[in-house]
């Protein structure tokens, strides 16, 4: 059973009604300002906490301090939801330690994918001191799609970061991207291949877009593409994970 703590009442009572066909899945509490909210974290341990980052009294960001420098007890995994969706906020929330960030409004299924891809291994407890290496992947893959201009409420920012990932693990994957990256990745969201291609193709079409070729340029220390020279998804994918590996040993 994991237990959810979704800090905010109008978000508890919609998760409740969804998880509640769930059994694996439980929505405990909800709270009404940032103190409340770290009482009924000491208070109920819970294995994900759902966090606003506008609360009275301490905003999200004190109560992700308090979750991430401060707590003693089981240290849960954090998922930032909020309106403010711009890069600014987005990166200092997932630099300050949350393991993922959801732009509201969002449905509850949506947040189910969330949690189910960091249960299946797709974000880094705080806790995981062994696995250090995976963390600082994820903290470079972030920086990556923050620098190009990726938005992280979209679906395939969740779906090139698992891609990314796997591939890394598991090379071969660039080289079978439609038989085994894309199902293994929908497998994780309970999706289809056909909507995982889409979405990573639609979010690089997004950075390319928005016009950020030379951050692009940058990352990769050199030039490798122009306004009109866009990467394929196997292209993409297999560029960042290459990146990862060699600056990561």
């Known amino acids: 059973m994991k237990i959810i703590l979704a800090l905010d009442d109008n978000t508890a009572k919609s998760l409740t009604n969804f998880f509640a066909t769930y059994p694996n899945y439980d929505i405990v509490a909800s709270a009404s300002d940032g ?24 905003d999200g960001f004190a109560v ?47 947040l189910k994918e969330h949690i189910d891809s960091i249960v299946a291994g797709g974000a880094v407890s705080p806790h995981s001191g062994n696995k250090a290496r995976a963390k600082l992947i994820e903290e470079q893959i972030t920086n990556v799609f923050l620098t190009i201009g990726i938005p992280a409420h979209i679906k395939g920012y969740q779906y090139l ?21 894309y199902p293994a990745i929908a ?14 193709r639609h979010a690089i079409e997004i950075a390319w877009n928005r016009g950020r070729i030379e951050s692009i340029n940058t990352i990769f220390g050199m030039k490798i593409y122009n306004s009109q020279d866009r990467p394929t998804n196997s292209e993409f994918i297999a560029l960042v994970a290459d990146k990862m590996l060699l600056d990561n040993g």
């Open 64 to 110: 992700l301090d308090f979750v991430i420098n401060k707590l003693v007890s089981k240290k849960p995994y954090v998922i930032v939801t909020s309106a403010l969706s711009q890069d600014a906020f987005v990166n200092k929330a997932l630099t300050s330690g949350a393991s993922d960030f959801i732009a509201k409004p969002f449905s509850p299924k949506v």
């Open 161 to 181: 970061r698992e891609a990314i990932k796997l591939t890394i693990d598991n090379p071969t994957y660039i080289n079978n991207i439609t038989k085994e990256l």
């Open 187 to 200: 497998q994780k969201f309970e999706t289809t291949a056909a909507k995982v291609e889409r979405s990573i």
């Open 35 to 58: 103190q409340s909210a770290i009482d009924c974290i000491v208070n109920h341990q819970p294995d994900f906490i759902i966090l606003d980052l506008i609360l009275p009294k301490l």
